[in-house]
T-cell receptor, first 112, second 115 residues
Framework: ELKVEQNPLFLSMQEGKNYTIYCNYS?????LYWYRQDPGKSLESLFV?????AVKQEGRLMASLDTKARLSTLHITAAVHDLSATYFC????????????FGKGTKLSVKP | DAGVIQSPRHEVTEMGQEVTLRCKPI?????LFWYRQTMMRGLELLIY????????DSGMPEDRFSAKMPNASFSTLKIQPSEPRDSAVYFC?????????????FGSGTRLTVV
């Protein structure tokens, strides 16, 4: 059974600081996704990571994937208040045609 | 591109009533997914379709839940009879191809409240 664990689950940080959210998963997969969800809203796709060593960056967010360690990181650089949201990682169940297993999410609050 | 369209946005119903949620995937996407989000259980996959064919419905909680995809542009998720524990946000998502190569696009969700 594929399990996806994120940590921390809650993160309060000050503007301008850097931090990393971690996503560990329990069985082999080479496809991992990061989503952002604002309160009461849908899930917005941030990154699609499709291979070992994949690194993608968009603005103040950078995501990476290490399939051997079964670990992905979402790094936040110089946080701003607009980044406050819940961030989910999701892992594709190997051998399935699209079964995404989600982590519980990291609720990020960026304070001025 | 209008994105994945779900209706209704909000539904309040009494226990025992039938509820039908609707989804229109992005044109050209041939995989469609129904997810449920609750505080307790997070995001759970209920069922997914490839080319209108149900591939995995193991996440459907019980026989009260059913889903159909009669054509490439429309899917429904039905709950009959509804119960208070079905209260959740139900998301529909679609993707191009199988295997998630191009990512998944989520709709705005339907917030279901069963009283």
């Amino acid at each position: 059974e594929l399990k996806v664990e994120q940590n921390p689950l809650f993160l309060s940080m000050q503007e301008g600081k850097n931090y990393t959210i971690y996503c560990n998963y329990s069985t082999t997969s080479d496809r991992l996704y990061w989503y952002r969800q604002d309160p009461g809203k849908s899930l917005e796709s941030l990154f699609v990571l499709l291979s070992n060593g994949a690194v993608k960056q968009e603005g103040r967010l950078m995501a990476s994937l290490d399939t051997k360690a079964r670990l992905s990181t979402l790094h936040i650089t110089a946080a701003v208040h607009d980044l406050s949201a819940t961030y989910f990682c999701a892992v594709l169940l190997q051998g399935s045609q699209g079964n995404l297993i989600f982590g519980k999410g990291t609720k990020l609050s960026v304070k001025p | 591109d209008a994105g994945v369209i779900q209706s209704p946005r909000h539904e309040v119903t009494e226990m025992g009533q039938e509820v039908t949620l609707r989804c229109k995937p992005i044109s050209g996407h041939n995989s469609l997914f129904w997810y449920r989000q609750t505080m307790m259980r997070g995001l759970e996959l209920l069922i997914y379709f490839n080319n209108n064919v149900p591939i995995d419905d193991s996440g459907m909680p019980e026989d009260r839940f059913s889903a159909k995809m009669p054509n490439a542009s429309f899917s429904t998720l039905k709950i009959q009879p509804s119960e208070p524990r079905d209260s959740a946000v139900y998301f529909c998502a679609s993707s191009k191809g199988a295997g998630g190569l191009y990512g998944y696009t989520f709709g705005s969700g339907t917030r279901l409240t069963v009283v």
